[in-house]
């Protein structure tokens, strides 16, 4: 098993940074698929971005692409979000989820292990 732990969390203007990390621990983090996904008051959680055990794939929703970048650090069992040009309706709580599959990274419901999310705020 997988533990996740989220950070960097916070309040912002739009326009402005953040970059959230994902930090594992417990069993073996390289060979793990690693997402974000968001929920946002009202709404259902979504999909943000993913990135394969190697780190040689990324993926984004359509919302987030171009402005937030997910990296991993397999030596530091790390997995962050880098943020920018956020908008109000960027604000949710986001969540480090964990696959021990490769496939369908969008879907939710491939992900093995959740962190306990992160609030960011976004105010215009």
């Known amino acids: 098993q997988v533990q996740l732990v989220e950070s960097g969390g916070g309040s912002v203007q739009a326009g402005d940074s953040l970059r959230l990390s994902c930090v594992a621990s417990?069993?073996?983090?390289?060979?793990?698929?690693m997402g974000w996904f968001r929920r946002a008051p009202g709404k259902e959680r979504e999909f943000v971005a993913a990135?394969?055990?190697?780190?040689?794939?990324?993926y984004y929703s359509d919302s987030v692409k171009g402005r937030f970048t997910i990296s991993r650090g397999n030596a530091k069992n790390t997995a962050d979000l880098q943020m920018n040009s956020l908008k109000p309706e960027d604000a949710a709580v986001y969540y480090c989820?964990?696959?021990?599959?490769?496939?369908?990274?969008?879907?939710?419901?491939?992900?093995?292990?959740w962190g306990r999310g992160t609030q960011v705020t976004v105010s215009s």
């Open positions: 989820a964990g696959s021990y599959t490769q496939v369908r990274p969008y879907d939710q419901r491939v992900y093995n292990f």
């Open positions: 417990g069993r073996t983090f390289s060979g793990i698929l």
């Open positions: 990135i394969s055990a190697g780190g040689n794939r990324t």
